[in-house]
């Protein structure tokens, strides 16, 4: 089983956007169980091959290992997003895809996002639009003033339902193109 913390109807539309760029080289910062993590993968070696992947969290999954273990260029690390090693990972290279979905603090989100911003073609974060994670709607408005419109876009589309639930917008998922 493969645990994934998205809206499908975020999710599909985002990964659709991928299937357009030459994304050959992967980043997740804050892959948890790795549902996302291996979804991305597999969707994209369906339109190119991944030369690496990278899975950094802080809590060790099995499945993640597992997974990792199996696949050829693919390095899966249990240690904070501000780690050495870490941040010797992520800047080894010039990557093609990063997301952003560790430290949901302002601060946190911000120290992922100036690791990475100058190591990645395209850099996405998730929960842009979540009223439960204000540090990251602050770093993708950052983000999104810095950059022109036509270098982001979002898929944050909501579910009525949850809405009328709960008052409150949920997930979402931004990309900007730093190339």
């Not at 270098?151 to 639930?165: H, N, P, S």
């Not at 997930?171 to 190339?179: C, K, M, T, V």
Request: hydrophobic share 35%; proline share 2%; with cysteine.
């Amino acid at each position: 089983m493969v645990w994934a913390w998205q809206y499908p109807k975020q999710f599909s539309k985002y990964l659709m956007s991928l299937s357009k760029k030459n994304i050959k080289s992967y980043a997740e910062i804050g892959c948890r169980h790795g549902g996302t993590f291996i979804i991305t993968l597999e969707y994209l070696k369906r339109f190119n091959p991944i030369e690496s992947a990278l899975a950094i969290d802080i809590a060790r999954s099995d499945i993640m290992q597992n997974y990792c273990h199996s696949h050829e260029n693919t390095k899966y690390l249990i240690s904070s997003s501000r780690s050495e090693e870490s941040i010797s990972e992520l800047q080894s290279r010039q990557w093609d895809l990063v997301l952003i979905d560790g430290d949901h603090s302002t601060e946190g989100c911000l120290h992922d996002y100036i690791a990475t911003k100058n190591h990645a073609k395209y850099l996405a974060l998730h929960d842009v639009i979540s009223d439960a994670c204000v540090g990251v709607k602050n770093i993708w408005n950052l983000i999104t003033s810095i950059l022109p419109d036509r270098k982001t876009g979002a898929f944050t589309e909501q579910y009525d339902e949850v809405i009328t639930r709960t008052g409150k917008k949920f997930l979402g998922l931004g990309i900007a193109i730093l190339e």
